[in-house]
């Protein structure tokens, strides 16, 4: 459905995609006439394609990346913190409020163009990074609660593109892969890289898909491109003696994204001309002016995002200041090709349990025979090309077979498309791919251990859901009993773990490494005393679901008389935590 929005003041249009941005007007820029929609004539939020036009001009006052600030486990994503750099006279929006103001902007388009049929009523897919913790989806589909669509299910973006690759291919998909195929799902969106491995494998005859890997969530896309490229402009002014002001490099990188798709897009052209806001009157005009050239544009992005490297090469990671501005945990090594080299390494294992996938005993990495690109900064055919000569010259050293490009990916429909085709297929209609949680999970649960002077309590990890559990499925532990605190404020631990697929409910670690486990954010509750008292130890056992939804869910469950608990994962707000 293409969106109805506010291109520029006043002026609506349909356009296919809703650009992910909230702009914060000054309340003497616009008037009532220039933000009225449709359907309202006083929006609460600006969204959309005038949002990204207004911000290239006050990137103050732009809420941008509101989806990977949902993943942020150091901040409370109710809180208004956004625009994270804006002065104080800026109203602040919370990372729940932006992605509330998108859906709302949709929910609202659809109703007005389809009156008789309101999105409440209808199945509904949203997508969300394959990464995201279990926070981040629970915060997604409260989001879409508090509009009214309580129906909402969650899928994986990478997923929803091979789904619309299948839906694109007419029936072709079968001719395309093999039996024993590790399709490498590449998406490389604005603000995130995210990486998926999807096996080929077969049952009674007929081919199964079924994915076996993600990655960690990469804050590392074409909005650091864009930024790149800014600084490679600015490093030209500064020695003609023209300094740019913080501001003037935020509205400089919004132009260099506009000239970095024309010079992708157009091979008849070598130089796009900028033009850089000025407020000193001595300039001529207002404005300096510079250009981006091809051969910089290929030497920032190409060779800085995507340089050669070995396949044993790992993610450079320097000693971070004791002081910083609040931000979004960036990634700190720019290269696309070592997070994707440590991935493949990492993952290697992955697939030991299919047995129509043999991997090479000398392989020191998994090896994707079929790679599906998607997200915008994949259209750029030298980045596209550059990435699977990279790939391509690994598998060459290993004397393996070079990856193939799967062909017919839309870009930048293919989530939403392949989102669509999957509301087909959930009603026993096209192929599924077989997936559940994109991680294994833990609860830590602390010994009984006597006191010893300068060590805490020792911790295990015990799993309460396993790598692939399906929706709409619970998994019980009635033999493990745990005593749980009830009516004071107690902590509960989590982790994750996207290499541990073996473990089972109920497994306990007493040691672990950094790159087998990652802690989620610890939360703080107090639990309902349902009769008891405060700080009465109850005998529980455990269960763990994973709703149709696909949010992860633990209960503890009382011994004695079935009274039930439970334990949300940290949706990061503080009036969710009790």
């Not at 490679?232 to 490099?249: F, I, N, S």
């Not at 989530?415 to 009603?427: D, L, Q, T």
Request: charged fraction near 25%; aromatic fraction near 6%.
């Amino acid at each position: 459905m293409a969106i109805p929005q506010l291109t520029a003041p006043g002026a609506v249009e349909n356009l296919l995609q809703l650009p992910s941005f909230l702009y914060q007007a000054h309340e003497a820029e616009l008037t009532e006439g220039d933000k009225a929609l449709p359907w309202t004539a006083r929006p609460e939020f600006l969204v959309g394609e005038i949002a990204r036009n207004l911000g290239s001009k006050t990137p103050i006052r732009l809420v941008a990346s509101a989806k990977s600030w949902l993943c942020h486990a150091d901040v409370d994503c109710k809180a208004a913190i956004l625009p994270a750099d804006a002065p104080d006279e800026v109203e602040r929006v919370s990372p729940f409020q932006a992605i509330a103001a998108y859906l709302q902007h949709m929910r609202d388009a659809w109703r007005h163009l389809h009156p008789n049929a309101p999105l409440s009523e209808q199945d509904l897919v949203i997508t969300v990074p394959a990464s995201f913790d279990p926070a981040a989806r629970e915060l997604t589909v409260e989001a879409a609660r508090s509009l009214g669509l309580n129906q909402a299910i969650l899928l994986e973006e990478p997923q929803a593109a091979v789904y619309s690759w299948i839906e694109q291919s007419h029936g072709d998909w079968r001719n395309q892969t093999r039996c024993g195929d590790i399709i490498l799902v590449v998406d490389i969106g604005g603000g995130t890289t995210d990486l998926s491995l999807i096996a080929v494998t077969q049952q009674d005859g007929n081919l199964e898909l079924t994915r076996v890997a993600v990655g960690d969530h990469i804050l590392l896309g074409g909005d650091n491109m864009d930024l790149a490229l800014a600084y490679t402009v600015k490093a030209k002014l500064e020695p003609q003696g023209q300094r740019l002001q913080p501001w003037q490099v935020q509205a400089l990188t919004h132009s260099c994204r506009e000239a970095k798709e024309k010079l992708f897009s157009q091979h008849d052209i070598d130089t796009m001309p900028l033009v850089i806001a000025s407020r000193s009157s001595s300039l001529v005009g207002g404005t300096l002016r510079s250009e981006l050239t091809r051969e910089e544009l290929n030497r920032a992005l190409v060779e800085g995002f995507f340089p050669f490297v070995a396949v044993s090469d790992r993610t450079i990671s320097r000693p971070r200041s004791g002081l910083r501005t609040v931000g979004l945990p960036y990634a700190q090594d720019a290269a696309i090709t070592r997070h994707l080299a440590a991935f493949l390494s990492k993952q290697q294992n992955a697939t030991d349990a299919l047995a129509d996938v043999n991997l090479p005993g000398h392989a020191s990495f998994l090896h994707p025979s079929a790679v599906l690109f998607n997200g915008g900064v994949l259209k750029a055919n030298a980045l596209a090309e550059r990435l699977m000569q990279v790939l391509n010259s690994w598998l060459n050293a290993e004397q393996a077979p070079e990856a193939r490009l799967l062909a017919g990916a839309n870009l930048d429909l293919a989530v939403a498309r392949g989102a669509a085709y999957y509301g087909f297929v959930r009603k026993g209609r096209g192929v599924r791919i077989k997936g559940g949680t994109a991680a294994s999970y833990y609860v830590g649960v602390e010994s009984a251990m006597p006191a010893v002077p300068g060590l805490p309590p020792e911790i295990e990890a015990l799993c309460i859901a396993p790598f692939g559990m399906e929706e709409g499925t619970r998994e019980e532990l009635p033999d493990d009993e745990f005593g749980l605190v009830i009516g004071e404020p107690v902590r509960f631990r989590f982790f994750a773990s996207n290499t541990r697929r073996d473990d089972r409910v109920g497994v306990r670690l007493d040691y672990w490494t950094d790159d087998e486990l990652a802690e989620l954010a610890e939360i703080e509750i107090t639990l309902p005393e349902e009769n008891r008292r405060p700080g009465e130890i109850v005998p529980v056992h455990l269960c763990a679901a994973v709703t149709e939804v696909g949010t992860l869910e633990l209960h503890a469950v009382s011994q004695k008389d079935e009274s039930r608990w439970k334990i949300e994962f940290d949706v990061r707000a503080g009036d969710n935590k009790e």
